[in-house]
């Protein structure tokens, strides 16, 4: 994974699933980055998911996020879909490093 990804506002769309309507992003081919900035706020990596099949595990994880007071946001890497959300740990914090 890179480092850092600016989120284009006239790139972005959203993805209906479950009833949820997010805000979704596609990268296509670039590298999936650990941290996206969107209006100015921090979305860290949280999970990614196969694109085929996404939506029937979707729901749970980003209500799960919603209901500790975080906001998703979804980008499309290759053929995955990457959650991304704001407040939470950034992936391998807190770890040694090499660890």
């Known amino acids: 994974m890179e480092g850092v990804q600016e989120v284009n506002e006239g790139r972005l ?3 209906a699933t479950d009833g949820m ?3 979704y992003i596609e990268y296509g081919q670039l590298e999936p980055a ?3 900035v969107w209006n100015g706020e921090d979305f860290w ?3 990614t998911l196969p694109l085929k099949g996404y939506s029937a595990v979707m729901a ?3 209500r799960a996020l919603e209901a500790e ?3 998703p946001l979804l980008a499309r890497f290759y053929d995955r879909i990457y959650i ?3 407040g939470i740990t950034p ?3 807190g770890k040694p490093p090499g660890g």
């Open 34 to 36: 650990v941290k996206l």
């Open 13 to 15: 769309e959203t993805l």
């Open 60 to 62: 749970g994880y980003i």
């Open 21 to 23: 309507e997010l805000p």
């Open 45 to 47: 990596y949280h999970k």
């Open 84 to 86: 991304y959300a704001t």
């Open 69 to 71: 007071g975080h906001k």
């Open 91 to 93: 992936l391998g914090a």
